[in-house]
């Protein structure tokens, strides 16, 4: 079983910046693939970005594109969301989830997910 706890969220005005950590135990994390996702109020949770078991690759959202950098440090089992140029549309309770296999940009394709962390961007 895999456990995901979500950090780093909070209040940032429009154009500032946020890293979200995902602290993961309970597996070998080096063998999951990660992702990060979000959902707004009212609204389904939608993809962000995700990273390969080794981080050598990555997919973003057009929505985050060039903005938003997913990382991840195999040695401390963590995985991160650099959030740049934030927009107030950006806000949402961010969820990072883990999955064996290749990189992926479904929900349904993940196995177990965080608890989430509140990201609010104020105009």
């Known amino acids: 079983q895999v456990q995901l706890v979500e950090s780093g969220g909070g209040l940032v005005q429009a154009g500032g910046s946020l890293r979200l950590s995902c602290a993961a135990s309970?597996?070998?994390?080096?063998?999951?693939?990660m992702g990060w996702f979000r959902q707004a109020p009212g609204k389904e949770r939608e993809f962000v970005a995700a990273?390969?078991?080794?981080?050598?690759?990555?997919n973003y959202a057009d929505s985050v594109k060039g903005r938003f950098t997913i990382s991840r440090d195999n040695a401390k089992n963590t995985l991160y969301l650099q959030m740049n140029s934030l927009k107030p549309e950006d806000t949402a309770v961010y969820y990072c989830a883990t999955r064996r296999g290749p990189i992926a940009m479904r929900t349904y394709d993940y196995d177990y997910w965080g608890q989430g962390t509140q990201v609010t961007v104020s105009s």
């Open positions: 309970g597996g070998t994390f080096s063998s999951y693939a």
């Open positions: 990273i390969s078991r080794s981080g050598g690759s990555t």
